[in-house]
């Protein structure tokens, strides 16, 4: 621990600590995760389990994928030192969004083609990390909006200020997606795993169902992450675990917003297939958001407001749009592969900045920035 200053904490879980740390060598920011529980109460399965979790840790490397950096024993407790992603997590976007009523909401008009080309835009970048630890037989087993961290090209800490900027619609595009927590990642052997892990909302049906399941588990999680992404709410519900399971593994998946256009209905619907044959790869996935865009033809222009945007390209990648004086052009409409329409309106920031939860408010904290 010599090596590093820390400097605040920022989120508690019921096994560990995240801290805020500065490497005294050359000032790079850091992450440590200190670990309640002391080494010498540890059994011997759990030293082993710690011993495979470095191991993978340590073998990841993608720019979608949070680095492993070190970890060591202090004062007898397990620490992990992890890259730092200076703009919290999706779970903060989420909140930030629907504290000012504005969350990424097919129903309404405002910045939708920013919405729609946002969430492309994180699909591609989580697929990406997905396929990587796939192609590598590992299956992350707890994905969920406070595991897809965010990070601006700058590292330093951002103030409560700076991430109501980063967290604007202009901004919020330009942001790093990681996802992090490989705490219960499991490397698989063979092609198939069982144990029941992860977190309610977000668990499989199979999971949920004790019964073998493989990496389309991960995908699972990334379609209840879209589905509460467009709809504000987790596809499943339950009063109780059992209750959330059996709504899991029996309910029909419940309607998106009658307004998402078509071609992100059938993504969701295909990530929350019950039968995990049917869900598609992180690859297979990848391919249909190629192809989507390849075979739309969005028109030059759309008409915002009694001005026209100029659409470059409408695409992950380049979401980007420029303003026209010429007004004059006819009112547009492009169709994404024959279905769903997208269509925008001038974004108008504002007049007060939106509120942030206050890290310092307290059992909010964990919220704020979680690896637990």
């Not at 805020?20 to 440590?32: F, H, M, N, S, T």
């Not at 073998?59 to 492993?68: A, E, M, V």
């Not at 604007?168 to 927590?181: F, G, N, R, W, Y």
């Not at 069982?194 to 309610?200: E, I, K, L, N």
Request: one cysteine or more; glycine letters at 4%; proline letters at 7%.
């Amino acid at each position: 621990m010599d090596q590093y200053v820390e400097l605040s904490t920022i989120g508690s879980g019921a096994s560990s600590v995240v801290k805020l740390a500065k490497r005294k060598q050359d000032g790079c920011y850091v992450v440590l995760k200190v670990y309640h529980l002391p080494i010498s109460q540890y059994s011997y399965e759990e030293k082993e389990r710690l011993e495979k979790e470095n191991a993978i840790l340590s073998s990841l490397s993608h720019p979608n994928i949070i680095k492993y950096i070190d970890s060591f024993v202090h004062e007898g407790h397990r620490v992990l030192v992890m890259e730092y992603a200076n703009a919290l997590s999706l779970r903060n976007v989420m909140l930030y969004y629907m504290g000012d009523a504005q969350y990424i909401d097919y129903l309404k008009d405002t910045d939708r083609v920013i919405a729609i080309t946002l969430l492309l835009s994180w699909i591609n970048a989580i697929l990406d990390g997905l396929q990587y630890i796939h192609d590598l037989h590992i299956i992350h087993r707890d994905l969920k909006p406070e595991n897809i961290l965010l990070s601006s090209s700058d590292q330093e800490p951002l103030s409560k200020e700076q991430l109501r900027r980063v967290y604007s619609p202009t901004q919020v595009m330009k942001l790093k997606v990681k996802i992090a927590d490989f705490g219960i990642a499991r490397e698989t052997t063979g092609e198939f795993a069982v144990t029941q892990v992860g977190t309610p909302f977000y668990i499989a049906p199979e999971i949920c169902g004790n019964r073998v399941y493989t990496n389309k588990v991960d995908m699972w999680s990334l379609g209840c992450i879209l589905f509460e992404l467009i709809a504000k709410h987790p596809p499943f519900h339950g009063s109780s675990i059992g209750g959330l399971f059996h709504s899991i593994i029996y309910t029909p998946t419940p309607p998106l917003p009658s307004s998402c256009p078509s071609p992100f209905v059938r993504i969701v619907q295909s990530l929350l297939r019950k039968d995990p044959a049917q869900r598609p790869s992180a690859r297979e996935l990848k391919a249909t958001l190629q192809a989507l865009f390849q075979a739309a033809s969005p028109p030059p222009f759309i008409r915002v407001s009694g001005r026209r945007y100029s659409v470059a390209a409408l695409s992950p990648r380049s979401p980007t749009l420029s303003l026209s004086d010429d007004e004059s052009v006819s009112s547009a409409r492009s169709s994404v592969s024959g279905t769903g329409s997208l269509r925008c309106r001038k974004y108008t920031p504002s007049p007060s900045p939106h509120p942030l939860v206050d890290s310092s408010d307290s059992d909010q904290s964990g919220e704020l920035y979680s690896l637990l």
